[in-house]
């Protein structure tokens, strides 16, 4: 039995801390695997270029926009591209402002769109209720470990 | 080249000269053919007076026939009878003869009948030397002295008289004849001559300005369509030729279309210049604010940490300072925000309908009272305050007026704060109006740029972008914003929120 775990992509190494920190206090028990870059993010979802994809799949993905490589927007169309990926809940975690941003990340089949808030009160509210929300309300139905268990 | 001299060619004149032209084809020949008209006239001299001359002459013709007749037969009475009364009518008869002779003369003007006339004259004198020698005698007496034959001679010579009246009452009266007639032709020829001038030169005159007004109209409608062309942006038309009045404003046009085009070229260049400076500035301001909320919230968020982590090691002192740094984070997360929000606010079209201003206005207040209770503020909206406007816009530009008189009476004993519509202008001019610090009016000036604020943090706090906002919005509206205050006796901000068509611009 593996544990089950959340996908952070983000490279700015405050936020990868802020967000454990606020994970931690919500007493968030997955495991955060984090990567700092549009590309280690398509490693961590479908696997080395030449390899096999992972035998996990997270049970959430959080994106950053702004990241080096491949952006944000460009990891989403690959997710939601790959049947194997369509379903997994993904939630844009950004600074931006831009509406153009919110428009796009949804239009892209983004589930959620949230602003990081400056205030670490804040996040961690946000925190808590992405994981009720995505973690135990909206579980997939139907990953394929539950399949194996039940089929 | 052409081979007509310039000054003859028709495209070469003046409209000025070809609208005499016009008028002068016609009128100019008529003139001319009247002119010559009066003279043939009076050079003929009046037609009646050659008719009743030659019935003169006809009459005095007569009676200095007559007046010979009288006197030859008194002279034979006087030589046979020796009768003194004969002799008195033979004088009587001569004494008549001078009188009718000058009438006759006066009469007979005509040189070709003069001739006649001296003829006669010369016959009336030897009639009256012969009569002078039959008077005064006996028969004997004439025989005597071998004068008998003057009887004869008197009636030959009578006769002859008798002739050369009638010739010359003839003369007299083809004369006449012919000068009616030539009357008539005269009269006949210059009514023909008035036909045929007059239609010829109405008919030219037409003709004419058909021509002038067709070559006018050709030109105008280039030139109008040259206007057009100009307006839209495209190159003008040739015109068809001409060096007139019309020419000149095709070359003034022409010469406005190039000021035009050029002056339009450079106007693109600069809006281009300015949206690509308005576009990295959009870009500076939303890198900025993305960029400086990551370190804001590492700030929040450590200090936060070590907040809870070093509890234990923090006195007082250090967690003060720890509250004092999250709170500057706080703030200057704000002012990032609504610098934004204000360089944003430079690309929106505002989206203009009608907002009840008075509801807006009185839902953010209850909004302010509901996060504040126990503030007590005596709040009066006006009924009716609408206008078209966007919404949006004007419910940020409202948040922001109203917050600041609700921050600037939060030291007011009996806060008042009272939004309505001033009675002046032509357009209607809204106003917040409020009991609390306000402001130094010699600071105005100050009142409405980024950043500038006319209190101290430490008095009230704020981020000096909020006025600003609001003159932005009313500015995108076309509108004006103006405020009048007394220091610690509030502040009335009016503002417009369509052009008002008296303000110059």
């Not at chain 2, 023909?192 to 109209?217: D, E, M």
């Amino acid at each position: 039995m593996t544990t089950k775990q959340i996908l952070l992509v983000e490279d700015n190494p405050d936020d990868v801390e802020l967000t454990m920190r606020a994970f931690r206090s919500a007493s968030i028990s997955h495991t955060l695997t984090v990567a700092t870059d549009g590309a280690e993010a398509l490693v961590a979802l479908f696997g080395p270029p030449n390899g096999s994809p992972p035998a996990e799949l997270p049970e959430l993905v959080l994106l950053d926009l702004k990241l080096p490589i491949f952006d944000g927007f460009d990891v989403l169309r690959r997710i939601r591209a790959n049947p194997r990926t369509r379903h997994l809940p993904v939630v844009i975690l950004t600074s931006s402002t831009q509406p153009e941003d919110l428009e796009t990340g949804y239009a892209l089949g983004a589930n959620s769109y949230l602003q990081k808030p400056v205030s670490f009160g804040d996040f961690l509210t946000m925190a808590r209720q992405v994981a009720s929300y995505w973690l135990t309300l909206n579980r997939p139905a139907h990953s394929p470990a539950k399949a194996r268990v039940f089929g | 080249m052409h081979l007509v001299p310039r000054f003859m060619r028709w495209s070469a004149l003046s409209l000025r000269t070809k609208g005499l032209i016009v008028v002068g084809l016609p009128v100019l020949p008529m003139a001319v053919f009247w002119a010559f008209a009066v003279a043939a006239v009076i050079r003929q001299g009046p037609p009646a007076n050659t008719t009743s001359r030659s019935l003169i002459v006809q009459a005095s013709l007569a009676r200095v026939f007559s007046d010979l007749l009288d006197a030859d037969a008194a002279a034979r009475h006087n030589l046979f009878t020796d009768s003194t009364k004969a002799l008195q009518r033979y004088h009587s008869a001569i004494d008549r003869l001078p009188a009718d002779l000058s009438v006759l003369d006066n009469a007979m003007i005509d040189p070709s009948l003069r001739q006649s006339l001296l003829k006669l004259q010369e016959l009336v004198d030897e009639e009256l030397a012969v009569l002078t020698r039959l008077t005064g005698r006996t028969p004997t007496e004439l025989a005597k002295m071998g004068e008998v034959e003057a009887l004869d001679r008197s009636v030959a010579l009578l006769e002859e008289i008798r002739a050369l009246a009638g010739t010359m009452e003839k003369g007299q009266a083809s004369l006449a004849a012919s000068r009616s007639e030539q009357n008539r032709r005269t009269q006949r020829m210059i009514f023909a001559g008035f036909l045929v001038i007059s239609v010829a030169c109405v008919g030219g005159g037409i003709l004419a300005a058909l021509l002038l007004a067709n070559s006018v109209k050709r030109r105008a409608i280039v030139l109008a369509r040259n206007a057009d062309r100009l307006a839209h942006g495209l190159p003008p038309e040739p015109l068809p030729v001409g060096e007139d009045e019309i020419g000149t404003v095709d070359a003034r046009l022409r010469e406005a279309g190039r000021l035009l085009t050029r002056r339009e070229r450079d106007l693109r260049d600069r809006t281009g210049d300015l949206e690509q400076a308005n576009r990295e500035l959009e870009a500076f301001a939303y890198s900025v604010s993305h960029d400086l909320r990551a370190p804001l919230r590492a700030i929040d968020g450590f200090s936060e940490a070590l907040e809870s982590d070093c509890a234990d090691r923090l006195d007082n002192g250090g967690r003060d300072s720890l509250r004092r740094v999250r709170a500057a984070a706080r703030r200057m997360e704000t002012i990032i925000d609504e610098l934004l929000a204000l360089s944003q606010l430079g690309r929106v079209e505002p989206k203009r309908q009608r907002v009840d201003i008075g509801g807006s206005a009185a839902a953010i207040l209850a909004e302010f009272a509901r996060r504040s209770p126990g503030r007590g503020v005596d709040i009066t909206v006006a009924p009716g305050l609408m206008a078209d406007a966007d919404p949006d816009l004007v419910h940020i530009a409202l948040h922001n007026l109203l917050d600041n008189a609700w921050k600037y009476t939060g030291k007011t004993a009996r806060p008042r704060i009272e939004v309505g519509l001033s009675p002046e202008g032509s357009v209607p001019v809204f106003h917040v109006r409020d009991n609390g610090a306000g402001f130094d009016m010699a600071q105005s000036g100050k009142l409405f740029g980024a950043f500038q604020r006319l209190h101290t943090n430490h008095d009230f706090e704020g981020t000096g972008i909020g006025l600003a906002t609001v003159q932005r919005i009313i500015n995108r509206h076309g509108g004006r914003i103006w405020a009048e205050s007394v220091v610690n006796g509030g502040a009335t901000f009016f503002f417009t929120l369509e052009p008002d068509v008296r303000t110059p611009v």
